[in-house]
């Protein structure tokens, strides 16, 4: 089928691809790529990637060219899904014979809400769903695809067996191809990340528990099935010629430091091409293997502090110790090592105290930058399960995002707010950024650099405009 592969627009600077952990609008501009999109379009002959929200693309613009394809897929999430529903109704509008089907981990824990809640949709593929996809694109008899949940000729939804979890990740074809085919890597921004820069993924999954993580409890699961170094480095060697402007490569498997060797030995590799490289890391890597990584390439480290309180990482089951996380951090400023580290407020066992207690621990280690997220209960999570279960989230912020696209703060307790574990993240952000040393070492970074120096002053623009709408919600 001519296949149609579609982040739909949303929500005004809304990054809902695959690569970002929280489907929202940013502080500042940011775009992942549509990694999970472009996987599967891979597979597909003759297919096309529309990456609507970075390059601007309106749902007029794509409805009109609905009659150009067969089978339309669309990646969606909690806060998407109805403008993506939305954006199909669009489609078949235009094209009544279009078949048109959702993937991510919306639907693959909610395969039958989904299609009750969205008539127009005719199927969901569920849990890992690039040959899924591709075996619909081929024409197969909907009834005989594993992973698939489909509406029959009669109208009832039917759900098919799962799909075995694939561990021949070479199988899977370059997704940086797709980039080169149908989108434009300038539009691609990462505030942490040197730019342009691509992303992919080298392995799915992750062996780390963390109640809150979406995609390994929804897709990816908790064994690390990883592609062979030799797949990775050919990838970044098509890169180099297909995308010579490229400043950074980022690999973003969910903790790309779960295989140590593996990790040091596509570092060696990447070391002998002279790539600039960043990646997803737990707060435990040794500080031998940190020495091999930048001595060949490594840049920075994404890093998910998620809290400077031991009992709040226990009751996330993040599976670290706050001293181990403090060494780890000394290390890479040692070693030369940036660090973008993220932390998350509103987790179980949060208090006024806590989260003071988060901020102290963020500004004492100095990571680079930061990111400060609220607590999302993404159903699929064990987290979700536990706030239904202790009353922690009510109905009227399960969507996790407000009108705007903004991260609200879904979960409350007894002794702690929404208001409060909103408000908490600009009380965040400003004790960590406004203090004499931070300041000093962002300007000298801009005055070593005028290309730095343009981009910074963008992104306090967007920071500041970010944080007075916050407050205006508040109000």
Not at 30 to 54: R, V
Not at 294 to 312: C, M, T
């Amino acid at each position: 089928m001519r296949t149609l592969f579609l982040q739909a627009p949303s929500f005004d600077g809304f990054d809902g691809g695959a690569g970002s952990r929280y489907q929202a609008r940013r502080e500042i501009k940011s775009f992942w790529y549509p990694t999970w999109l472009a996987q599967p379009a891979a597979l597909i002959e003759n297919s096309k990637l529309i990456d609507a929200p970075p390059h601007k693309v309106k749902l007029a613009e794509v409805a009109a060219q609905a009659k150009d394809f067969d089978l339309a897929v669309l990646h969606t999430s909690v806060p998407s899904f109805k403008s993506d529903v939305a954006a199909i109704e669009a489609l078949k509008a235009e094209n009544p014979n279009l078949k048109v089907g959702l993937i991510g981990a919306k639907v693959a824990v909610d395969a039958d809400g989904s299609l009750r809640n969205a008539p127009a949709v005719d199927f969901v593929a569920r849990n890992e769903f690039d040959f899924t996809i591709k075996d619909v694109a081929d024409g197969r008899d909907l009834s005989t695809i594993k992973g698939l949940s489909f509406r029959n000729s009669e109208g009832v939804i039917v759900h098919n067996e799962d799909r075995p979890v694939m561990h021949d990740m070479d199988k899977l074809p370059f997704v940086t191809s797709v980039y080169k085919r149908d989108l434009v890597m300038e539009n691609y921004f990462i505030g942490y990340l040197k730019h342009p820069y691509i992303s992919f993924y080298t392995g799915r999954g992750c062996k780390s528990r963390c109640t809150f993580c979406l995609w390994p409890q929804t897709v990816g699961g908790h064994v690390y099935r990883t592609r062979s170094v030799g797949h990775v480095i050919e990838e970044i060697k098509y890169c180099l010629q297909a995308f010579p402007q490229t400043k950074e490569f980022f690999f973003d498997d969910d903790t790309f430091t779960d295989n140590l060797p593996r990790a040091e030995e596509i570092a060696r590799e990447l070391g002998k091409l002279g790539v600039t490289w960043s990646c997803n890391a737990k707060a435990n890597v040794p500080r031998e293997t940190l020495k091999v990584l930048k001595d060949n390439g490594l840049r920075l480290l994404l890093v998910g502090y998620e809290s400077g309180n031991q009992q709040i990482l226990h009751n996330i089951k993040k599976g670290m110790r706050i001293e181990v996380a403090e060494k780890f951090t000394k290390d890479c400023h040692e070693l030369g090592i940036a660090i973008h580290g993220t932390f998350i407020l509103g987790l179980p066992g949060e208090t006024t105290e806590t989260i003071q207690e988060t901020i102290k621990f963020a500004t004492r280690i100095n990571p680079h930058t930061i990111q400060v997220s609220l607590a999302a209960p993404y159903p699929g999570t064990f987290l979700f399960d536990q706030a239904v279960k202790n009353g922690w989230l009510d109905e009227a912020n399960a969507e996790l995002v407000d009108e705007n696209g903004v991260q609200v703060a879904p979960l409350h307790y007894p002794h702690l707010s929404h208001q409060e574990i909103f408000t908490s993240v600009e009380d965040f952000y400003r004790k960590f950024y406004f203090r004499a040393p931070k300041i000093a070492s962002i300007v000298g970074e801009m005055v070593r650099s005028p290309d730095m120096m343009k981009r910074r002053l963008r992104e306090g623009v967007e920071f500041f405009h970010f944080l007075r709408e916050r407050r205006q919600l508040v109000a």
